[in-house]
């Protein structure tokens, strides 16, 4: 498919031989934002990991130092006496048996994560297939699972994301929207970047970060520097 023209011209903006540094990527990603909604920009990391080793797996959960937007809807799966808890923090929907039983029955699902305690995780296998591919079913790793239903609920609305690969080795995290302040793009950009380092598997060997780009929905990608991360 030929690209436009506006977004051949945006490109010469960006040295295809230069690695940028996260400062510099952040001004060129909304400089070359080719879209008329406000485009999130995005990270894109390649991984030197091998993916058919399950130690060799990333996986971490942070709290951006900025909201990247719309927050997320949260669904709290809870026993009664949790309620309160849940809807306090945040949670947009609430419910036990009544709420599962509704979701296996029409698979809708109108929430974009969700949380649970302990004792709810038997009742939800009833919906993992439903949830599992979706990405949202609450697991202890991703720290959704848990007896303070008010400090998860909480963080998630405060912008709380899990860093994982893909199947391929790569990792894919949104780090806000072009319209965002640059400074606090910049912080969310480098939290992730020292979170990824910092959560190298130890047995992965060679180099780590093998290519890392920035890049806007539909925009050109910008190599980036982490030497400095």
Same mark, same amino acid.
């Given at each position: 498919?030929?690209?436009?023209?506006?977004?051949?011209?945006?490109?010469?903006?960006?040295?295809?031989?230069?690695?940028?540094?996260?400062?510099?990527?952040?001004?060129?990603?909304?400089?070359?934002?080719?879209?008329?909604?406000?485009?999130?920009?995005?990270?894109?990391?390649?991984? =030197?990991?091998? @993916? /058919? +080793?399950?130690?060799?797996? %990333?996986?971490?959960?942070? &709290?951006?130092?900025? $909201?990247?937007?719309?927050?997320?809807?949260?669904?709290?799966?809870?026993?009664?006496?949790?309620?309160?808890?849940?809807?306090?923090?945040?949670?947009?929907?609430?419910?036990?048996?009544?709420?599962?039983?509704?979701?296996?029955?029409?698979?809708?699902?109108?929430?974009?994560?969700?949380?649970?305690?302990?004792?709810?995780?038997?009742?939800?296998?009833?919906?993992?297939?439903?949830?599992?591919?979706?990405?949202?079913?609450?697991?202890?790793?991703?720290?959704?699972? =848990?007896?303070? @239903? /008010? +400090?998860?609920?909480?963080? %998630?609305?405060?912008?709380? &994301?899990?860093?994982? $690969?893909?199947?391929?080795?790569?990792?894919?995290?949104?780090?806000?929207?072009?319209?965002?302040?640059?400074?606090?793009?910049?912080?969310?950009?480098?939290?992730?970047?020292?979170?990824?380092?910092?959560?190298?598997?130890?047995?992965?060997?060679?180099?780590?970060?093998?290519?890392?780009?920035?890049?806007?929905?539909?925009?050109?990608?910008?190599?980036?520097?982490?030497?400095?991360?």
């Amino acid at each position: 498919m030929p690209r436009s023209k506006r977004y051949t011209e945006l490109k010469k903006l960006i040295d295809p031989k230069k690695v940028y540094s996260p400062a510099e990527a952040i001004e060129l990603a909304k400089k070359t934002s080719t879209t008329k909604f406000d485009s999130a920009i995005e990270v894109h990391i390649r991984l =030197g990991i091998d @993916v /058919k +080793k399950s130690d060799q797996q %990333l996986r971490a959960t942070i &709290v951006l130092p900025h $909201n990247m937007g719309k927050s997320k809807r949260v669904a709290a799966f809870v026993p009664a006496d949790k309620e309160k808890d849940a809807k306090d923090a945040g949670a947009e929907i609430v419910g036990a048996d009544d709420l599962i039983n509704e979701i296996a029955k029409t698979g809708k699902i109108d929430f974009d994560v969700a949380v649970a305690t302990p004792d709810m995780m038997p009742k939800l296998a009833k919906v993992a297939k439903i949830l599992g591919p979706k990405g949202i079913m609450p697991n202890p790793k991703t720290e959704t699972v =848990g007896t303070n @239903v /008010k +400090k998860m609920v909480e963080e %998630l609305k405060r912008g709380k &994301v899990t860093l994982k $690969n893909d199947s391929t080795g790569n990792l894919h995290q949104a780090v806000g929207k072009v319209s965002g302040d640059s400074k606090a793009l910049l912080e969310n950009l480098e939290m992730i970047l020292a979170t990824v380092k910092k959560n190298k598997p130890a047995s992965a060997k060679g180099m780590y970060l093998r290519n890392v780009v920035l890049t806007t929905t539909m925009g050109p990608g910008i190599k980036l520097d982490t030497s400095a991360i």
